[in-house]
């Protein structure tokens, strides 16, 4: 009864986590220029996470150590200082997104301008990791992030053709600007496929305990939830594509963005637009923050919880305490959040392979994993798709940004 | 047993199952005519930085200098403190009585100023 609640809970606040500042901005982007034609990108992406995922949860349950420390032990500090370095930057990065993600959905709800609502909202993202135990952190801010179900309500409203849909689930060339095209596909996978929530998933597989004959929860978990929480983004796109597309409205800011709900919603859009991305980038928020301090907790081998006294892991505590700190400084410096955003998702897939490959080798060592290896196709598909988007991601992103 | 696959980089654990690092360097005690045998294991930043290159370990070793621990020095830990090698390596220490803790104890002093920092 317990591993059906554990289930049911994980697939439901999976779904509500699922999209955040950089899944809204990607898929809103995408929809408005090429109409449902960037849907594949959603779909792959979506496939990545749960493979990759339920692999970071297998990992944990048969070795009994969350990914770092895998990654130390298996291949030593001389590797682990590139993907280590590469993951705090990206951490740095998606966390002042989402704190100015987070700040303005507070602009859309009161007017205030969100640079003088960033330090209170990291005080906020702080005090809940500071009093609050890892199952609050995931299922508290998952369950009220089931109001990005609005953007699937939004998508159903307004009636898609079934088959336009359906076909944009096979990749195809764009009519024009093929270089955004692919760089916004590029950026779609980044979003999803966060670098921080497969050490945040292996992390809270052991702060939850989770035994091997668990492991079938993890699975349903991960594939369930990634795929229903996939829906969720790919009714920002159809939304932003039914509604944007049209009036010829490019999404330049996260107020252009919450327009989309305006005819499904009326008078009552800004205010679920603005609830559906503040609860996400809060999420998102207090994920990197706790991941930070999983991260170098685990690299060095400090102790590490979120559900212990927070002076019995002093330097875990500080890590995420001090990674807040910095990104609430970049973010009221007065970077454009939503720049930051577009640059942060197309980084991830550029330093993915750093990432996603020493995790595949450690999903075949039967000193980690012992009998529960990858299977060959998985391993196949995961290394393909890792190695195609970031020889893309080194092609395109140069030429969209010296390009305009 | 094989030094790096099984000694480098593994965790360590006191004699009371808390973390106190990793095994972030192995010393080695070359005698004349005798194949080299391990002497030590040591944990510590300064370690750690040396294994990536002398600048990276003086800074670590300053930065550690600056918390008070031991001058900077890693924690050199005997073989004959080792109980046992598996998963982790258990030694017959305990954390809080080494200078490894240093870091740790300051950050709790500063810690247990804020509100619930001891829930």
């Given at each position: ?129 500071w ?172 102790s590490?919880?979120?559900?212990k006294r927070r002076d019995e892991n002093a330097r875990f505590s500080t ?86 | ?103 740790e104890c300051k950050l709790r002093r500063i810690i247990r100023v804020l509100p619930g920092a001891d829930r």
């Amino acid at each position: 009864m317990s591993a059906i609640v554990d289930l049911v809970l994980g697939v439901v606040t999976s779904i509500g986590g699922f999209v955040e500042v950089g899944s809204i901005s990607t898929s809103a982007q995408s929809g408005a220029e090429y109409g449902f034609q960037l849907l594949w990108a959603i779909a792959i992406a979506a496939a990545m996470l749960a493979l990759l995922t339920e692999m970071s949860g297998r990992l944990s349950v048969m070795s009994k150590r969350a990914l770092a420390a895998a990654v130390r032990e298996r291949f030593g500090i001389h590797f682990q200082v590139v993907p280590l370095a590469a993951e705090l930057v990206l951490d740095l990065l998606l966390l002042t997104a989402e704190l100015g993600g987070a700040g303005i959905a507070v602009k859309l709800l009161t007017g205030i301008g969100f640079q003088w609502t960033i330090v209170p909202l990291a005080v906020m993202v702080w005090a809940i990791l500071w009093f609050s135990s890892f199952a609050v952190v995931e299922h508290g801010i998952g369950l009220l992030g089931l109001v990005t179900l609005s953007f699937v309500l939004a998508a159903w409203r307004l009636g898609p053709d079934a088959g336009d849909l359906a076909r944009s689930f096979v990749p195809s060339l764009p009519a024009h600007d093929g270089v955004r095209y692919a760089f916004l596909a590029i950026s779609i996978v980044g979003a999803t496929v966060s670098p921080y929530l497969l050490n945040f998933y292996s992390s809270g597989t052991i702060e939850e305990e989770m035994k091997r004959e668990d492991l079938w929860v993890n699975t349903a978990t991960t594939y369930g939830g990634n795929m229903f929480g996939a829906l969720v983004a790919m009714g920002v796109l159809v939304t932003s594509a039914m509604v944007l597309q049209p009036l010829h409205i490019q999404v330049d800011s996260y107020e252009q963005a919450a327009l989309m709900f305006v005819p499904a919603f009326g008078r009552w859009a800004v205010t679920l637009f603005a609830l559906s991305l503040g609860i996400g980038c809060i999420g998102a928020a207090l994920e990197i923050s706790l991941n930070t301090g999983y991260l170098l907790a685990q690299v060095f081998g400090w102790s590490w919880s979120a559900n212990k006294r927070r002076d019995e892991n002093a330097r875990f505590s500080t890590a995420f305490t001090v990674i807040l700190i910095a990104a609430t400084g970049i973010a009221v410096l007065g970077f454009d959040p939503l720049r930051l955003t577009m640059i942060s998702v197309a980084l991830t897939v550029v330093v993915m392979p750093v990432m996603v490959l020493p995790f595949l080798v450690l999903m075949n060592d039967r000193k980690f994993v012992k009998d529960r290896t990858n299977t060959p196709i998985g391993n196949a598909i995961l290394a393909g798709l890792t190695l195609v988007g970031a020889l893309f991601a080194l092609i395109v992103i140069p030429l969209e940004v010296f390009g305009g | 047993m094989h030094l790096v696959r099984d000694l480098l980089d593994k965790a360590v654990i006191d004699r009371n199952g808390r973390e106190m690092g990793r095994a972030d360097r192995v010393v080695l005690e070359v005698g004349r005519g005798s194949p080299p045998r391990v002497a030590a294991i040591e944990v510590g930043a300064s370690a750690l930085g040396q294994r990536l290159g002398p600048g990276w370990g003086r800074w670590a070793a300053a930065l550690l200098h600056g918390f008070g621990v031991d001058h900077g020095q890693p924690l050199r830990i005997h073989v004959s403190q080792i109980l046992g090698v598996t998963d982790t390596i258990a030694v017959d220490l305990a954390f809080g009585q080494t200078p490894a803790a240093n870091v740790e104890c300051k950050l709790r002093r500063i810690i247990r100023v804020l509100p619930g920092a001891d829930r």
